[in-house]
């Protein structure tokens, strides 16, 4: 079974600030198949990134993701106020079905 | 517009078997390139998912809870329903269903907005 572990567990930044959030997986995975959310308090999550790198609908390009094989990483280049919420990785794997989250990383305002 | 809504009981009592529904619209359950999950998320804690059911019928459970997990679909009412026995104190949670479609590999672009259970005595 795969574990993501994400680091760190709070980031505190500013506004206008570069944010690199990490998500390391415990055995190698398809890049094809990881995706990055937002969760925001009193909100269900909201799809970021899917792939690992393509972002989903209506999400700005100052986000973006990277990484293969164990790392991946979500990047906010420019930090806006309403950046600031938890975010979480998760991986699909196919053989069995199954769906696995991180921990999840606090990204709060320094 | 693709929605999805979760709906159950807010409380239930230890050992009991909580029951809660997906109404989903937008989309339809047979259509091929796509599934829905239920995840869950204890006050404070991280995303846990839960169960999944393909637009084939073909279901797929946490290994962790498989034995008190139960997924099903009714394609006719756009409905999918969990069910989860013998429920503790440390099941409470926020429980929401998502959807996922082949077009973001696994991921779950749309969910619904979650309903919260309390399972105490």
């Known amino acids: 079974e795969i574990v993501l572990t994400q680091s760190p567990g709070t980031l505190s930044l500013s506004p206008g600030e570069r944010a690199t959030l990490s998500c390391r997986a415990s055995?190698?995975?398809?890049?094809?198949?990881l995706a990055w959310y937002q969760q925001k308090p009193g909100q269900a999550p909201r799809l970021l990134i899917y792939?690992?790198?393509s972002r989903a609908t209506g999400i700005p390009d100052r986000f973006s993701g990277s990484g293969s094989g164990t790392d991946f990483t979500l990047t906010i280049s420019r930090l806006e106020p309403e950046d600031f919420a938890v975010y979480y990785c998760?991986?699909?794997?196919?053989?069995?079905?199954?769906?696995?989250f991180g921990q999840g990383t606090r990204l709060e305002i320094k | 517009q693709v929605t999805l809504k979760e709906s159950g009981p807010v409380l239930v009592k230890p050992t009991e078997t909580l029951t809660l529904t997906c109404t989903v619209s937008?989309?339809?359950?047979?259509?091929?390139?796509?599934?829905v999950s239920w995840i869950r998320q204890s006050p404070g804690k991280a995303l846990e998912w839960l169960a999944h059911?393909?637009?084939?019928?073909?279901?797929s459970s946490s290994t962790s809870l498989k034995s008190r997990l139960t997924i099903s679909k009714d394609t006719s009412k756009s409905q999918v329903v969990l069910t989860m026995t013998n429920m503790d104190p440390v099941d409470t949670a926020a429980y929401y269903c998502a959807r996922t479609k082949t077009t973001v590999a696994g991921a779950f672009d749309i969910w619904g907005q979650g309903t919260m259970v309390t399972v105490s005595s």
């Open positions: 937008g989309f339809s359950l047979s259509n091929a390139r796509m599934g």
């Open positions: 792939g690992a790198s």
């Open positions: 055995q190698s995975v398809s890049s094809s198949y």
């Open positions: 059911i393909f637009a084939n019928d073909e279901k």
């Open positions: 998760q991986h699909y794997g196919s053989s069995p079905p199954a769906y696995t």
